[in-house]
């Protein structure tokens, strides 16, 4: 999935603490909550904070990592959801925002 090459689309997501933005291939069956796994364990993994990035951006409550579709409007993306169930469908280069919310729940 961090590779474009043989995928159905290429989406561009930015990852604020990181300070440059992710390209990455998806398939139609790709869900979001993948994305966002291989996101912040790639951030992690090239030494980024983003765990810190989360607890100063919403405080001491615990951090749940969205996706966040920037176009046509801003909106939150569920993790169970696939690209292909996305309308309107997504488009090549169509950017992505990865965020931050409080978790929900125990």
Excluded: N
Excluded at 31 to 46: K, M
Excluded at 55 to 72: D, H, S, T, W, Y
């Amino acid at each position: 999935m961090t590779s474009d090459e043989g995928f159905w689309r290429s989406i561009i997501v930015d990852v604020e603490p990181r300070h440059k933005e992710f390209r990455i291939g998806i398939d139609e069956d790709t869900s979001i909550g993948e994305v966002i796994r291989t996101l912040v364990t790639q951030a992690r993994d090239e030494g980024i904070s983003v765990d810190e990035w989360a607890k100063a951006k919403i405080g001491e409550q615990r951090a749940e990592f969205v996706l966040i579709r920037k176009a046509p409007e801003p909106t939150r993306l569920s993790p169970a959801a696939t690209f292909g169930d996305l309308e309107p469908k997504v488009v090549d280069d169509e950017f992505f925002l990865l965020d931050v919310v409080p978790e929900v729940g125990d």
